[in-house]
């Protein structure tokens, strides 16, 4: 029974133990199950202001005493291979949705990643979705600072760049910036007016006693970038003096590359002018340029009310401003308003020089480029293209008028009438500027006849054929003196005499074996006294002696042999 009773208590007690167990797993979450019951943050977003760097999520759990943790990691240099996780800076056991951790990153042009759980205790949820940014490319630009002053009428602002006294930077050159400005009038029906501005500039054209209200946004265009607007500003403006002094109406007259400029003046009594230019780049500084004028020169201490200028135009890639100074004679003074001079958008092409003249059957057209020879610029800047208007000037009917389009200077047309009044002008165009001149003036001409026509083509087949003649005659005597040398040398003409001709079987015919004549002397021999068998002896004797001299020599001239037979005969006679 003891025994019994032992094994039944040891039953029950397994009983209540696993009872228990199986209570604590129903009541308490499960530790190794515990990456489940808390849900990961959702829409993971990165927001990057310059150099400012914030990370927001959502949430979907209802989970109390949840907190969050990131972790970042990132590749220099594009490379492939993945680094280690790192704790991200200022996003640990975080409460909120949303953590700055601007500290962390300070490389702007590599990829990043970024991840985020949410953590309870000893519990944390799985690793969100990672995030894959690079900084440069998502970061935006914030509002430049903004000064303002209301005065005269007109309002003057000043702006600071966007990252104003930051020692780290995400733009790094503040003159890539451009300012965008949005004003209107602060009231119910109000209108908006866009306009860029310079980091100082004045703001004119507005009501007197109004109120404006004016944000600014800056743009990178290198980058197409445009950052966040300023926070509103309003201002009310004052009631402009009015000074007769002052020039009004300052506007510039180019033509050609020669820029003029005029104004008005209300003033009565004696008044002089200077006028002042300015370098465009200056107003892209963020300084103040007003000490930064300059005089033209020759457009110093003037009374007339224009000025040519062309004298500064040094370079067609910058940007000028002009303003007039008036000084009466009780030197008081007073600047009229500026004007912007971009050379070669503010100039204007003037109409070309035109001549023509007919040949053959093509009516020639010579075109002289607008602004003559000397003007380079009009030439190399807007790669200038000419539009030919022709037609036959009859007063019978209306002709047709033609058009042609040429980039040369010289046009040709073709497919005349004869004995026809044919007028031509041309005009100038740049599609590159979107400009075009006036057409020059008429110049007419008129064809030849049919008599003359076929006259003009033998002139010209007659001149052809002369030219022709004059090149190839020189060319004909070179050749045959050319050949007469080669058949002098290797085929000579004259041939060696009879008795040497087959001397060794072979001709001697080479002018390189030059001879000298060898003089033979004529010579008779007369014995008076001898006998008829002696003679007959000696004669034969002579004769081959005489045939033995003439072999031993080249040749004889023919009063040699002449010579020779007549000695011959007067021998022979003699002897007999």
Known sequence: MDGGAAMVAVGVGRAAVAALVSCLLVALPLRCAGQTNLKSPQDIQVYVVNTNFTLRWNYAGNDTNVTFSAEYRWFEDFEKNETEWKELPGCQNVTRTECDFSSAITKYYDNHHVRIRAERREEVSPWSSIVEMTPYVIAQISPPGIELQSINGVIKIKLSPPEANQVQKMWIDDLSFKYNLVIWENSSNAEFRNRSIFPVDIIDGLAPDTTYCLKVQATNPMDAKEGLFSPIRCVKTTRKVNV??????????????????????????????????LIGYLKKLYDDYSTKWLNVPGCENITDTQCNFSSIITTTSGIFYLRVQAMSEYNKSCLSNEVKVDPLVTNEIGPPGVKVDISDVLLHIQISPPGGSESEDMRDHYDLSYRVLYWKNSSNNEEEIKTKEIKQTIGTIS??????????????????????????????????????????????????????????????????????????????????????EGFGGQLFNSPFLSTTEEAIENCSIIETIITEEANQIDFKDYKHSKQSSRDSGNYSNDDDTSGSKVSEEMLEKEII
């Open 415 to 500: 497919d005349l009438a004869p004995s026809t009044l044919y007028c031509v002008k041309v005009q100038a165009f740049s599609k590159a500027y979107n400009k075009s001149s006036h057409f020059s003036k008429e110049e007419c001409i008129k064809t030849p006849g049919d008599e003359t026509l076929l006259l003009i083509i033998l002139a010209t087949f007659v001149t052809a054929l002369f030219a022709v003649l004059l090149v190839v005659t020189p060319l004909v005597f070179a050749l045959y003196q050319a050949y007469s040398k080669i058949k002098y040398v290797f085929f000579p003409s004259c041939q060696p005499p009879l008795n040497i």
């Open 244 to 277: 007769l002094l002052c020039p009004t109406n300052v506007s510039v007259l180019a033509l050609n590359m020669k820029f003029h400029l005029h104004w008005n003046n209300k003033y009565k009594q004696h008044v002089s002018y200077n006028v002042q230019y």
